[in-house]
C-alpha cells in the first residue's frame, strides 16, 4: 500500500499522531474490557463462595436470611462462620433439609406448569384470531358495494320516489358502515395478545432458573448427606468450611492481580485531542479528490484497452483510503476474481497502475515515478496462431495478415506510449514517467517499442 505521507497529503507528525491515536484507543479498550470483566467475575465469585456459606448454614440447620450481599459483605460473612459445634450431629436434620426443598421445589414446579398452561391457551387463541382475523377480512372484502350509490329510489314505472325504500336502504347503509368499523378492530386485539405472550415467556424463562437454583441445592445437600456413610457430620462441616476459606484465598489473589493504576479520563482527553488533530488534516477531503483523479483516468483507459462489451459500459472504482478496486456495472461491485477473462483483468491492471503512475507524478510525492511491468502479453501469448519472425516483415504489409493477440499487444504499447505522452504534455505535471516493460514476445511489430534486448547468450537482465 503507498502511504498518504508518500503521497504528499499529510507530514510525519500526523502519524505519530495516529500512532498514539490507536495506542490509547487500544489501551482504553483493554482496560474497559477488562473492568467489564471484573464486574462480571465479582459477581461469579460471590455467587461461588455464597454456595458453600447456605450449604454451611444449612447443614448447622441455621436459616441464612442475608440478600443482596456486596462481594466485601460476602467475604466477611466467610469469615466469621458460625463454629461447629461439639455434638454438631444433634444440631443436623439432612432429611428434613431435604424435604423442605423438594416442597419448594414442587411449589416452584406448579407455577412453572401454569405459565406454561397460559402460553399454551395464548398461543392457542393467537392462531383461533389469526383465522377469525382471516375470515373478517374475506368478509369485509366480498361486502365492498362498487355499484353506484343512489340517493333516491325511485318507481321505474311512474318515477315517483319510494321513501319507504330509502329508509330501509339507509339502514343496511347504516348497519355494514358499524359493521366494518367492528372488524377494522380485529388486529388491534392480536396485538395485544402478543404482548401477554412475551410477558408470559418471560415469566416462564425466570421460574425455570428458580427451579434450577433449587435442584441445585437438592444436589449438593445429597451429596452432604451421602458423605455421612463415610464421615461424621462435623467432619463434613469441616470439609465445608475449609471449602469456604480456600475460594476466599483465591478471591483476594486475584483481586489484587487485577487491580491496575489508569486514570482513564485523562487518557479519553488526550484521544480526543489527537482525533481534533488529525482531522485538522482533513485527509478524507484529500482522500476524495485522489479517487476522482484515479477514477476518471481509468474509465479513460479502460475505452482504450481490450474490454469485454458485456462490462464496457460499467465503471472502475479505486480507493486509496485502503487500495480497493471494484468494477461497478449493472448496480453491481464486480471484483477483480469475478472479472471473467483475462483481458478484463489485464485492462483493469494496467488502467489502476498507470492511474496511480498519474496521481504520484501529479503530486510532490517521495515516491518515484517509475513502473515495471512483467510481460502484460501474457493474457495473450502463446495463444497466437500466426508467428511472425524478424525476417518475414513483408507479410506485415497489410493490416489483415496481423494475429487479433498481436493487435492487442500492440495496443497495450501504444497506450502505454500515448499516457505517459500525455502527462509530459498535462502542464501539472510537465514530464514523461519511466514505465518498463519486460517482454519475451519479440514479433516485428513490437520493434518501435523496444528500448533494449537481452540475447541468450550475452548479457542478462540479472
Request: charged residues 35%; contains cysteine.
Amino acid at each position: 500500500m503507498i502511504s498518504s505521507q508518500y503521497l504528499w497529503m499529510v507530514d510525519n507528525k500526523y502519524y505519530r499522531l495516529k500512532k498514539r491515536a490507536d495506542t490509547l484507543d487500544k489501551n482504553i479498550k483493554k482496560i474497559e474490557k477488562e473492568e467489564k470483566k471484573l464486574k462480571l467475575t465479582n459477581q461469579e465469585q460471590k455467587d461461588r463462595i455464597l454456595v458453600p456459606i447456605k450449604q454451611y448454614y444449612n447443614a448447622l440447620n441455621l436459616r441464612f436470611t442475608e440478600t443482596d450481599l456486596s462481594l466485601s459483605k460476602v467475604k466477611e460473612l466467610a469469615r466469621k462462620l458460625p463454629v461447629v459445634p461439639a455434638n454438631a450431629e444433634q444440631h443436623v436434620d439432612f432429611k428434613k433439609q431435604l424435604q423442605a426443598l423438594e416442597e419448594k421445589k414442587n411449589t416452584e414446579l406448579r407455577s412453572l406448569y401454569k405459565h406454561n398452561q397460559l402460553i399454551d391457551l395464548i398461543e392457542a387463541n393467537e392462531k383461533e384470531s389469526s383465522d377469525f382475523s382471516r375470515s373478517m377480512n374475506q368478509l369485509v372484502e366480498l361486502s365492498i358495494n362498487d355499484s353506484e350509490t343512489v340517493d333516491e329510489t325511485c318507481c321505474p314505472v311512474c318515477c315517483s320516489s319510494v321513501e319507504r325504500v330509502d329508509l330501509r336502504v339507509n339502514a343496511v347503509k347504516k348497519s355494514r358502515e358499524s359493521l366494518l368499523n367492528e372488524l377494522s378492530r380485529v388486529g388491534t386485539y392480536k396485538k395485544d395478545s402478543s404482548k401477554a405472550l412475551n410477558s408470559q415467556l418471560l415469566k416462564r424463562d425466570q421460574q425455570k432458573l428458580k427451579v434450577a437454583e433449587i435442584e441445585k441445592e437438592i444436589r449438593q445437600l445429597r451429596k452432604l448427606f451421602n458423605a455421612q456413610n463415610d464421615l461424621t457430620v462435623r467432619d463434613t462441616l469441616n470439609q465445608i468450611k475449609g471449602r469456604i476459606d480456600t475460594i476466599l484465598e483465591l478471591i483476594i489473589d486475584s483481586q489484587q492481580q487485577e487491580k491496575k493504576s489508569a486514570n482513564l479520563s485523562e487518557m479519553k482527553d488526550e484521544l480526543d485531542e489527537c482525533r481534533k488533530s488529525l482531522r485538522g488534516y482533513g485527509l478524507e477531503h484529500k482522500f476524495s479528490e485522489a479517487n476522482a483523479l484515479m477514477n476518471e483516468t481509468m474509465n479513460e483507459l479502460k475505452d482504450k484497452l481490450d474490454f469485454e462489451e458485456d462490462l464496457r459500459n460499467g465503471e472502475m472504482k479505486f480507493k486509496t483510503e485502503d487500495f480497493s478496486f471494484y468494477y461497478y456495472c449493472n448496480k453491481q461491485e464486480i471484483r477483480l476474481s469475478e472479472m471473467g477473462s483475462g483481458a478484463n483483468w489485464l485492462a483493469c491492471h494496467l488502467a489502476v497502475f498507470l492511474s496511480i503512475l498519474k496521481l504520484i507524478s501529479k503530486s510532490d510525492a517521495v515516491i518515484p515515478a517509475m513502473l515495471f511491468l512483467d510481460q502484460p502479453s501474457q493474457v495473450y501469448f502463446p495463444k497466437v496462431t500466426q508467428r511472425f519472425s524478424s525476417v518475414n516483415k513483408q507479410e506485415l504489409s497489410g493490416e489483415e495478415h496481423l494475429d487479433e493477440n498481436i493487435k492487442q499487444v500492440v495496443n497495450i504499447f501504444k497506450v502505454i506510449k500515448e499516457f505517459i505522452d500525455g502527462l509530459a504534455k498535462d502542464p501539472k505535471i510537465g514530464f514523461r514517467p519511466q514505465v518498463i516493460v519486460l517482454e519475451h514476445a519479440d514479433e516485428p511489430e513490437f520493434e518501435g517499442f523496444i528500448r533494449y534486448r537481452w540475447s541468450t547468450n550475452g548479457e542478462k537482465l540479472i
